[in-house]
T-cell receptor
Framework: GAGVSQSPRYKVAKRGRDVALRCDSI?????LYWYRQTLGQGSEVLTY????????KSGRPSGRFSAERPERSVSTLKIQRTEQGDSAVYLC?????????????????FGPGTRLTVT | QKEVEQDPGPLSVPEGAIVSLNCTYS??????FMWYRQYSRKGPELLMY??SSGNKEDGRFTAQVDKSSKYISLFIRDSQPSDSATYLC??????????WGAGTKLIIKP
């Protein structure tokens, strides 16, 4: 069946502009995660949401990151006032399990990512 | 200091060799331990997960956890060129989130 898809695959933005990245998760999955992956630094979770209960992980890097989930299987990661340090690959992952369930952590299905370059 | 340390490599070995990939971690509260494989321009895919110390085998892959040393390993037997990818370790942290290593780039030479 269809996996997790992300669009666009590549995005170039000028510093200071806002960007929106889209994720289409697997139908029926309940939890959706957004990660930022940088070379040599690894991945860090930005936000996660479960069904219609939105939870954002705030803190690092800052409140400039937020996610909306207009439909159960669609999420949009919004980055406000982009900075050069935001250049990274943004990964979306969905899970058929709630994030309170241990298996929900590793039963995640990842999209191919959006490579964002901030100039 | 990062919570999870992983050598970024690249690690280059000849086809058929046994590969050893490792991560160390600092938080003794970490529980679930996972290994993901990520091909270029793709998202990570789960290879194996373990909970307790010891070994877990799945085909050519063996995951090993040593909680006393805070050290985990992934062994790949009879390595193939198709195993060339970046291998990421991950662990369950607080708040039900994954803490990731930086990933080791593995190159299997035919």
């Amino acid at each position: 069946g269809a996996g997790v898809s992300q669009s666009p695959r590549y995005k170039v933005a000028k510093r200071g502009r806002d960007v929106a990245l889209r994720c289409d998760s697997i139908s029926g999955h309940v939890t959706l995660y957004w990660y930022r992956q940088t070379l040599g630094q690894g991945s860090e979770v930005l936000t996660y949401s479960q069904s219609d209960a939105q939870r954002d992980k705030s803190g690092r890097p800052s409140g400039r990151f937020s996610a909306e989930r207009p439909e159960r299987s669609v999420s949009t990661l919004k980055i406000q006032r982009t900075e050069q340090g935001d250049s990274a690959v943004y990964l979306c992952a969905s899970s058929p399990r709630g994030f309170w369930a241990g298996r929900g952590l590793y039963e995640q299905y990842f999209g191919p990512g959006t490579r964002l370059t901030v100039t | 200091q990062k919570e999870v340390e992983q050598d970024p490599g690249p690690l280059s070995v000849p086809e058929g060799a046994i590969v050893s990939l490792n991560c160390t971690y600092s938080n003794s509260a970490f529980q679930y331990f996972m290994w993901y494989r990520q091909y270029s321009r793709k998202g990570p895919e789960l290879l194996m997960y373990t909970y307790s110390s010891g070994n877990k085998e799945d085909g050519r892959f063996t995951a090993q956890v040593d909680k006393s040393s805070k050290y985990i390993s992934l062994f790949i037997r009879d390595s193939q060129p198709s195993d060339s990818a970046t291998y990421l370790c991950a662990m369950k942290g607080s708040n039900y989130q994954l803490i990731w290593g930086a990933g080791t780039k593995l190159i299997i030479k035919p």
